[in-house]
Each structure stands twice: as C-alpha cells, then as structure tokens.
C-alpha cells in the first residue's frame, strides 16, 4: 500500500486494534447483507468490488449470486482474516483513494459503512469511478448526523471514535456530494438492518424474515440511521 498520512495510519491502528480484539462479534450477519445484492441486482459471472470489505460478509453473502468477489480494506488484520475465511475471494490490502485495479473492469460496487471514515472523498469516488463499467452499478450505505443519538452523543457529548474518523452528513449533503463528484442518484432507501430486527421482534416474528425483501418505514426517510443510496455513472 502507498505512503499513507498520519492520519490514515492512525485510522488503520484503529481499525486493525478493532478487528484483532473484537473479532467479528459486533458485526451485521451475513443475512443482513443480502438487501444490496438484491437492490444491485446482482448476477452470475458479474465483477463485484467490496469497499472497505473489512472481513468480508457482503462477499460471502454474494457466493449466493455467481459474482466474482474482491475486495479491498486498508486494515491488514482484516485482510488476513478475511483470506483465513475465504481463501478464493480476491482480496487486497489497499487504500480506498487508490485502488489496485485497472480502468473500467467491474460492474458492481458497494461501500457500506464506511465512506463517512474516509478523508479525502474526492480521490475516492474518483476511484470507484474509474474502476466501474460504464454502466456500473454502485450501492453506499452512509450515516445520517440528522437523528437524535448523533446530534446528542456523537455530537453533545463528544463521542465521536475520532481515531476511527467516525462521521456522518445529512440526508441532503449525501445527495449532493454524490452528484457534485460524478453519481446520478437512482433511488434512496432507509437502512434496513434495524427494520428487519423490529419485525423480527414484533408479533410477526414466527413468520421467516425474507432479508432479501425491501421493507418501507412508516417513519420519514430523514429519520434513517443511515440511508442506502443507489447510484451509477452520471454520464
């Protein structure tokens, strides 16, 4: 991986503190990460690449469609762990402003939970860009610093992971990033992890959760944890 700024180091001694002490414990499960897939319509043979994989359950999650998986994550310990899991993904330890692959070669992309830790988000969208097909197809999940717990804990009380770069934007600011650094934005849906927990503990709970099915809040989108934007090449 290139030189890195003091910054970003400190970002991945966070980051491989966090994977080596906590495991995988306080990650999403796999099941979670089907509701991209889906809304990217993923299929066989497609090239998919994982931003900030970490260790890797979106590509595990899309054994399940026939894509070709890799993945990048600037944490070494991740990576390691990730490989340990998945011996035949193709995975690299890399810095998302500068991505280790040529022009153009794949279809799908997707960030999730991470673009609000990276610094300099202009060299990373570029990347995605530049990466992406012409008619790639790309899929972010980002933090609303909208809701009641960033404005008072992250925000109040000062309790931001400030090593982790943990940030967030409003729904607003997200859409015109996105659209400022070359996206068209195709459809915005609220974070459906917490929604598909709240059906499991409500009275339908017997019933199966299809974690491939989109489900719709009856709160404002703007209420969202965090939003899942759909996006592709604004040419």
Not at 69 to 84: C, E, L, R, T
Not at 117 to 128: G, H, P, Q, T
């Amino acid at each position: 991986m290139s030189s890195m700024t003091s910054k970003q180091e400190e970002i991945v001694e966070w980051f491989n503190t966090t994977y080596s002490k906590r495991g995988s414990w306080y990650l999403r499960p796999r099941q979670a990460y089907y509701i991209y897939l889906e809304l990217l319509q993923a299929g066989s043979n497609q090239k998919l690449l994982d931003v900030a994989c970490g260790l890797g359950r979106l590509l595990d999650a899309s054994k399940a469609y026939g894509v070709q998986q890799y993945g990048i994550d600037i944490s070494p310990v991740a990576i390691k762990k990730a490989k340990n899991l998945f011996p035949n993904f193709n995975l690299f330890v890399a810095n998302a402003e500068k991505l280790p692959f040529d022009d153009a070669i794949f279809d799908l992309i997707t960030c999730i939970g991470s673009i609000e830790r990276m610094l300099n988000k202009s060299l990373v969208f570029k990347e995605m860009l530049r990466v992406g097909k012409r008619n790639c197809r790309y899929c972010f999940l980002v933090r609303n610093s909208e809701t009641r717990s960033w404005k008072f804990f992250k925000d109040f009380l000062g309790l931001k992971n400030k090593a982790g770069h943990q940030d967030a934007k409003t729904l607003k600011q997200w859409k015109d990033m996105f659209s400022l650094y070359g996206f068209k934005v195709n459809a915005i849906y609220p974070d459906q992890y917490p929604l598909q927990k709240q059906k499991q503990r409500s009275g339908l709970w017997l019933k199966k959760i299809n974690f491939k099915k989109i489900i719709f809040s009856t709160r404002q989108l703007e209420d969202a944890n965090e939003f899942i934007f759909l996006l592709e090449k604004n040419d």
